[in-house]
C-alpha cells in the first residue's frame, strides 16, 4: 500500500511529495495582516498533539526507530498517524507562511497536496540505519538553517505584498514552498523513517 498518489510515485523522490496550490486570487488583508493572532488556537493544537516535544512534535518517531531496529517492522497505525499529523502541521505552516488564508483542516486537504510512501509492515530498510539517520542529515540541516533565515524574510515581504496588493508574490511563493518541501524530505528521511533514500539537496520538487 502507498500514501502516494499514482503520478507522484514518478517524482524525483517519491517518498515525501508536498506541492501547495498558489493563491491566484485576492487574499484576506485582515487575516493576512492579524495572522499570529489569529494562528494562536491551532498552534495551541500542534503543541498539545506533540506535548512540547522537539523537534518532531507529535510524530512516532522513537518507537518507530526502536521497532525497525529490533523487529524490521513499521506499525502501520504509526504510519498512519505520521502521516497525518504531517499533513496537519503542513497545513499549519503554509497558514503561517500567508500561503492560504483559509483556517487550517483538522482533516480537509484544502491547499496543501502532501504525501509519504507507506513503507509497509515489514519494510525493505536498512535496520541499523534508523540509528544514524538524524546524523547523516546534519549537512541537510546547515542548508535549512540558511534558507529557513530567507523563508521568513519571504514571507515578510510577502506580507506586505498582499496589505498593498492583495496578492502574494510568485517567486516568493515558490521559494518558500520549495523550502517546506525540503524540510517535509528530510524529516520523512532522519526521523519519520519511511525511506533509506538520501534527500537531495534542492527546492524543486
Given at each position: ?80 498517524w ?10 499549519v ?7 492560504d ?105
Amino acid at each position: 500500500m502507498s500514501a502516494v498518489p499514482a503520478d507522484a510515485l514518478s517524482a524525483p523522490y517519491p517518498a515525501a511529495t508536498l506541492a501547495i496550490d498558489y493563491p491566484d486570487r485576492q487574499l484576506d488583508r485582515l487575516s493576512t495582516a492579524l495572522r499570529l493572532l489569529w494562528a494562536i488556537p491551532v498552534i495551541v493544537l500542534v503543541a498539545t498533539l506533540g506535548n512540547g516535544s522537539v523537534p518532531i512534535a507529535g510524530y512516532v518517531a522513537l518507537p518507530t526507530l526502536l521497532m525497525l531496529v529490533f523487529r524490521g517492522r513499521y506499525p502501520g497505525w504509526w504510519f498512519a498517524w505520521n502521516l497525518a499529523m504531517s499533513r496537519f502541521a503542513m497545513r499549519v505552516c503554509a497558514y503561517l507562511c500567508l500561503m492560504d488564508d483559509r483556517y487550517p483542516s483538522t482533516e480537509d486537504e484544502q491547499s496543501v497536496h502532501l504525501a509519504l510512501i507507506d513503507p509497509g509492515r515489514e519494510p525493505d530498510l536498512s535496520r541499523g540505519l534508523p540509528l544514524v539517520k538524524w546524523l547523516l542529515a546534519v549537512p541537510h540541516y546547515l542548508a535549512l538553517f540558511v534558507l529557513s533565515i530567507g523563508a521568513v524574510f519571504a514571507v515578510l515581504a510577502a506580507w506586505v505584498a498582499i496589505l498593498i496588493t492583495g496578492r502574494y508574490p510568485r517567486p516568493l511563493f515558490a521559494y518558500v514552498e520549495g523550502v517546506l518541501r525540503w524540510q517535509l524530505r528530510v524529516s520523512a528521511y532522519a526521523f519519520l523513517l519511511i525511506t533509506d533514500d538520501y534527500p537531495p539537496f534542492r527546492l524543486a520538487p
